[in-house]
């Protein structure tokens, strides 16, 4: 794996529900049955998210007929090598959806390196559905890359009004912050500049299937 590549949040979120498949069944999931588990509605975009983790050898097709993927590893319990885990600050609850206060104590959370930057990093567990259209859902965990810039279109943590804390996509003018939800059915946000701190840039994102 030394040509191996970050992955983005859709291909560890592909990744991850291989994993958990396995560890309930393990025969290998076709392209369908992945794309009915994600709800996504293109295979041809799963193709190439498939690929990518083929390339990074972390998957590879099944010679068993039309039997989709399963993983290199299949006692692979984790999303990625475990010797290359560390943990990072784990920092409460943030909103998509209405901005939400974190929490003043944190504990630690392990995540896998390949969901982080070289830069500090912690996580958060997102509330709410307003960045479903991004693939950002209700308890996904997401690593954020601590800085206080972003470019416009990033998707951000951002401090509002000193106290709260939501996840959204930036738009910024010299006159207006603009806090954008990534769902149709809701409206962006306007403020001051003064009245937003970038807290940080989305950079790993999480999910678990237990229920």
């Known amino acids: 794996m030394s040509d191996y590549h970050p992955l983005t949040r859709k291909q560890h979120e592909i990744y991850q529900f291989l994993v958990n498949h396995y560890q309930q069944s393990e025969s290998a999931p076709t392209l369908s049955e992945i794309c009915i588990g994600l709800g996504l509605k293109s295979r041809g975009s799963l193709h190439k998210h498939i690929q990518h983790l083929v390339e990074a050898g972390l998957v590879e097709p099944s010679n068993r007929q039309q ?6 590893t299949p006692k692979l319990s984790t ?3 475990l010797s290359t885990d560390e ?3 784990y920092l409460g609850k943030i909103a998509a959806g209405q901005p939400l206060e974190v929490m003043a104590n944190f504990s630690r959370i392990t995540i896998p390196t390949q ?3 070289k830069n500090e990093c912690y996580v958060l567990q997102v509330t709410g559905d307003s960045m479903i259209d991004l693939g950002i859902y209700d308890n996904d965990w997401v690593i954020i890359e601590k800085r206080n810039y ?20 930036i738009e910024q003018t010299p ?7 990534a769902n149709k059915s809701m409206q962006p946000m ?4 003064n009245n937003v701190q970038i807290q940080g840039i989305l950079v790993g994102q999480m999910r678990s299937y237990i229920h």
């Open 150 to 169: 972003a470019k416009n279109g990033d998707v951000i943590a951002a401090l509002v009004n000193n106290d709260e804390v939501t996840l959204k996509i």
């Open 115 to 117: 969901l982080k930057t």
């Open 67 to 72: 039997r989709g993927i399963r993983l290199t």
């Open 175 to 181: 006159n207006k912050t603009i806090l954008i939800p």
């Open 87 to 89: 943990t990072i600050p």
């Open 79 to 81: 999303a990625i090598d």
């Open 190 to 193: 306007h403020f001051d500049p």
